[in-house]
């Protein structure tokens, strides 16, 4: 975790308003639609086999499943203020996948809004979820002009067969930034997203596990 000295200017004008100022930037906020973050990349040349994305599991010790982090409220107190997502973190990663995964050319059925259960209805379709061990945004002040900061990144994924105690594919994503500015933070968590799912979808293990469902 770096620490960062701000220019006294600065400074002052993050005294304006809450929660702006230096430290604030104009990155979308997790999960608007503009936080999902386009991978340039080409669909596949060989279609694969439907998928069904389902909500990940929050593993994460917070107050609130929409909770991201903390942040300095104004300049000149030591006041911070929750910073929270559009939804359920939960949810927004694994809406990450329908988007990423549409934009590779997948047919995906979106159950982000249903809890992925042991019965389930997609038996001809494998089902990506996983679990959010940390997706967080988090800065304070150390003195008067003064930040220290950081995110962290951590997301298993997860893909699962007929029953979903069968996992046939899984992989953990761990990354951090010492970034204390909040608009570089956010771009970070969105382009991890982004990285994850291009990951994924070139590993052949994982386009294997996809296939096993259609054979």
Same mark, same amino acid.
């Given at each position: 975790m770096?620490r960062?000295i701000?220019?006294?200017? +600065?400074?002052? +004008?993050?005294?304006c308003?809450?929660?702006?100022?230096?430290?604030?930037?104009?990155?979308?906020?997790?999960?608007?639609?503009e936080?999902?973050?386009?991978?340039? !990349?080409?669909?596949?040349?060989?279609? +694969?086999?439907?998928?069904?994305?389902?909500?990940?599991?929050?593993? /994460?010790?917070v107050?609130?499943?929409?909770?991201?982090?903390?942040?300095?409220?104004?300049?000149?107190?030591?006041? /911070?203020s929750?910073?929270?997502?559009? @939804?359920?973190?939960?949810t927004?990663?694994?809406?990450?996948?329908?988007?990423?995964? /549409?934009?590779r050319?997948?047919q995906?059925l979106?159950?982000?809004? =249903?809890?992925?259960? &042991? @019965?389930r209805?997609? @038996?001809?379709?494998?089902?990506?979820?996983?679990?959010?061990?940390?997706?967080?945004?988090?800065s304070? &002040?150390?003195?008067?002009?003064?930040?220290?900061?950081?995110?962290?990144?951590?997301?298993?994924?997860q893909v699962?067969?007929?029953?979903?105690?069968?996992? /046939?594919?899984?992989?953990?994503?761990?990354k951090?930034?010492d970034?204390?500015?909040? !608009?570089?933070?956010?771009?970070? +968590?969105?382009?991890?997203?982004?990285e =994850?799912?291009?990951?994924?979808?070139?590993?052949?293990?994982?386009?294997?596990?996809l296939r096993? !469902?259609?054979e």
């Amino acid at each position: 975790m770096k620490r960062w000295i701000l220019p006294v200017h +600065l400074s002052i +004008l993050a005294g304006c308003a809450n929660l702006q100022g230096p430290l604030w930037g104009s990155a979308p906020s997790p999960f608007t639609p503009e936080f999902y973050r386009s991978s340039g !990349n080409a669909p596949l040349a060989t279609p +694969l086999p439907p998928v069904a994305v389902y909500p990940f599991v929050d593993k /994460r010790s917070v107050p609130d499943p929409t909770f991201i982090g903390e942040h300095p409220a104004r300049t000149g107190t030591h006041g /911070r203020s929750a910073f929270y997502a559009s @939804e359920p973190v939960a949810t927004g990663v694994a809406r990450a996948f329908v988007h990423g995964l /549409r934009e590779r050319g997948f047919q995906v059925l979106d159950r982000t809004m =249903t809890p992925l259960r &042991r @019965e389930r209805a997609e @038996e001809s379709v494998a089902v990506i979820s996983g679990e959010v061990l940390e997706f967080s945004s988090s800065s304070r &002040r150390t003195g008067l002009v003064s930040y220290e900061g950081s995110a962290a990144y951590h997301i298993r994924v997860q893909v699962y067969g007929r029953e979903v105690g069968e996992v /046939r594919w899984e992989k953990a994503h761990l990354k951090t930034s010492d970034a204390f500015i909040v !608009n570089s933070q956010l771009v970070f +968590l969105s382009r991890s997203l982004a990285e =994850t799912v291009d990951e994924a979808v070139n590993d052949p293990a994982f386009r294997a596990a996809l296939r096993r !469902n259609s054979e």
